[in-house]
């Protein structure tokens, strides 16, 4: 089945937040309530877009939809799940509007509901299995968007380990335009540069032997000090920094931790770039899964920083250093 391209991102935004919904349920209580609000916006955007792609009559109502669904699918057998969706509406309505948590059964339910909501009525109404759609869509940096892309087609043939190479470099396509100093020269605008990175860090011996132990006046002693300080120091403005950035981007902390965790390691020489991981790395579907979830959210949220740090149409433009002229608009005098 032919679909456009509005659907395709339509339907991986919906996969987006079924996944996100999906990871909120697999936190501690009472976090993991909020899986019953997420699970149901995918579903309820899922139905809206089958209405759309069918023909079908809108409904404010969300258990009509199952209802004015049905003359449109083939053979008339209606969507499946629609128990268990409706179950999931009302977990919804008794949280949002009673303060009524669910409790563990209820959303162990609603996530397996969900999933197979997802799997069986996807292909029902857009002829797609919903492992192939892909949550790249709603990626709006295009190079990013392409190494997920590749990341997915690697994660259909179930090489995990594979997809998680450009899962890897796709988080760094993402921040690459934001650091300072990359090439010794060059400087960030970007509010999320932080600093320059230092590329090449002294080890504290050699910051030692630089001072040449005396030679400016300093003991021995005091110069392997200082090299220790200097080195801790920069080694600690080097983990602050992404940090930092996650925390301007309202992305979780311990989430980023564990994508860390999970991704190799990439270190680039000259002619080759080499990837490296613990001894029996494996990743599973779900660790990929949310490396690749966790990839996406920060791609949007670097999206909504970018909309944001769009320059008025009457900002002069800056001099080669970023600096702009000034001028006084008004003056206010004091009695």
């Known amino acids: 089945m032919s679909l456009s391209l509005d659907t395709v991102r339509r339907l991986a935004f919906i996969r987006y937040l079924h996944t996100l919904g999906a990871e909120q349920a697999r936190l501690p209580e009472p976090l993991s309530s909020a899986c019953v609000l997420t699970l149901q916006d995918a579903v309820e955007s899922f139905l809206i877009l089958a209405t759309d792609h069918l023909g079908a009559a809108a409904s404010k109502n969300f258990d009509l939809y199952f209802e004015k669904l049905a003359p449109h699918l083939p053979g008339q057998v209606g969507l499946g799940v629609e128990q268990g969706m409706k179950r999931l509406n009302k977990a919804r309505v008794n949280l949002k509007h009673y303060g009524v948590r669910p409790d563990a059964e209820s959303i162990a339910m609603a996530v397996q509901d ?16 919903y492992e192939s759609v892909s949550m790249a869509y709603v990626v709006p940096q295009e190079p990013v968007r392409e190494l997920l892309l590749k990341a997915e087609a690697a994660s259909a043939n179930g090489d995990f380990v594979a997809a998680m190479i450009p899962i890897a470099n796709a988080f760094s396509e993402l921040f690459e335009p934001h650091e300072a100093g990359r090439h010794g020269w060059d400087r960030s605008s ?4 932080f600093g320059t990175r230092v590329l090449y860090p002294l080890n504290a011996d050699k910051i030692a032997r630089l001072l040449d132990r005396g030679q400016y006046g300093i003991n021995g002693r005091d110069c392997d000090t200082l090299g220790e300080q200097v080195e801790a120091l920069t080694n600690t403005v080097e983990q602050l920094r992404p940090a930092v950035r996650m925390a301007a981007l309202g992305v979780s902390f311990s989430a980023y931790q564990r994508f860390r965790a999970l991704v190799p390691v990439a270190v680039a020489f000259y002619d080759r770039t080499e990837y490296s991981a613990p001894e029996g790395y494996q990743p599973t579907s779900d660790e990929y899964a949310f490396c690749l979830q966790f990839v996406v959210t920060a791609s949007l949220r670097l999206a909504e920083l970018d909309a944001n740090m769009l320059e008025p149409a009457w900002m002069p433009a800056g001099d080669q250093w970023g600096q702009r002229k000034w001028a006084t608009i008004a003056v206010e005098r004091r009695a």
Not at 114 to 129: E, I, Q, S
């Open 114 to 129: 969900t999933a197979t909501f997802m799997a069986t009525n996807t292909k029902l109404v857009f002829g797609l299995d």
């Open 190 to 193: 970007s509010p999320l540069a």
